[in-house]
C-alpha cells in the first residue's frame, strides 16, 4: 500500500509560482511511475504531468508545457510539481497518483493523495 500526502498548493495571482510536492510513505517509490491529475469545479479530473520511476521520462499535457515542471527525488520518496507563469485556468484541486511499472499518461492510476487546491486569480 502506498500513501500520498501532497502539499503547496494555494491562492496565488495571474504570473505567479507555487510548488506542490507530494511525499510517499508505505512502500518506496523507486519502482512506481508518478502522476499530477487536476481537477477543476464542475469538471473531470485531468491528467497534467507524469514522471516514469527512473525520473529519465516525463510527460506534459499541452496546457501545460513549457510552464510546468515535474520532478522526483528518489532518497526522499517526494514528487514536486513546479508550475511557473500559472494562469487563472490552471485553477484546481491538484493530486498526485503512483501506479507501479511504466509511466502513464492518463488517470487511471492505483494510488491517489487527497489533493491540495490551487487556486490562481486573475
Known amino acids: 500500500q502506498v500513501h500520498l500526502v501532497e502539499s503547496g498548493g494555494g491562492l496565488v495571482q495571474a504570473g505567479g509560482s507555487l510548488r506542490l510536492s507530494c511525499v510517499a510513505s508505505?512502500?518506496?517509490?523507486?519502482?512506481?511511475?508518478m502522476g499530477w491529475i487536476r481537477q477543476a469545479p464542475g469538471k473531470e479530473r485531468e491528467f497534467v504531468a507524469a514522471i516514469s520511476w527512473s525520473g529519465g521520462y516525463t510527460y506534459y499535457t499541452d496546457s501545460v508545457k513549457g510552464r510546468f515542471t515535474i520532478s522526483r527525488d528518489i532518497a526522499k520518496n517526494t514528487v514536486y510539481l513546479q508550475m511557473n507563469n500559472l494562469k487563472p485556468e490552471d485553477t484546481a484541486v491538484y493530486y498526485c497518483?503512483?501506479?507501479?511499472?511504466?509511466?502513464?499518461?492518463?488517470?487511471?492510476?492505483?494510488?491517489w493523495g487527497q489533493g491540495t487546491q490551487v487556486t490562481v486569480s486573475s
Open positions: 508505505g512502500r518506496t517509490l523507486s519502482s512506481y511511475a
Open positions: 497518483a503512483a501506479r507501479p511499472g511504466g509511466l502513464l499518461v492518463g488517470v487511471n492510476y492505483d494510488y
